[in-house]
């Protein structure tokens, strides 16, 4: 499977980049990841503004074909095994590209919820994006484990 996750801003501190760095090494046995990053905007001015900004570039950098799934908080919510057995249900129904959208600071536009095929909360907590993005690549990774059978997730 190829997973691609187009995220608002750069991972600017190192702890946030060893993180998500360690598990995109750790998924490369398990599905092709691409890691598309769009410039965040300042949203001390106008919020509606910087949030539409922001959604034509994830429009644009989102990969033609794609099952487009965007990180909500009004998502649905699932549990590791339930991500694993839904990964599993699209490579059965023959989806081998699935892209994840990382809102920014600015959230996520309506352009952007409405591109995407489904929407996908990983609590119903609010976490800063740079955190999601760790909490997305790490739950992705789990899931492929969970699908082996391999004890990661035990």
Do not use: N
Request: proline share 5%; net charge positive; charged share 30%.
């Amino acid at each position: 499977m190829r997973a691609t996750v187009v995220a608002v801003g750069r991972l600017k501190e190192p702890h946030w980049r060893a993180a998500a760095d360690e598990y995109a090494k750790r998924l490369r046995p398990y599905a092709t990841l691409d890691v598309v990053e769009v410039p965040d905007r300042d949203i001390s001015r106008d919020l509606a503004v910087a949030r539409s900004a922001e959604a034509g570039d994830i429009l644009r950098a989102l990969p033609a074909g794609a099952h487009v799934v965007a990180l909500d908080e009004a998502g649905r919510e699932r549990s590791s095994p339930e991500l694993a057995a839904w990964l599993d249900d699209l490579a059965v129904r023959g989806v081998s590209h699935v892209a994840f959208v990382v809102g920014g600071s600015a959230g996520l536009d309506a352009r952007v919820r409405a591109a995407a095929r489904e929407r996908l909360s990983l609590s119903r907590m609010t976490f800063p994006h740079q955190l999601a993005r760790v909490l997305l690549l790490e739950q992705l990774y789990r899931a492929f484990r969970i699908s082996r059978g391999e004890p990661y997730h035990l």
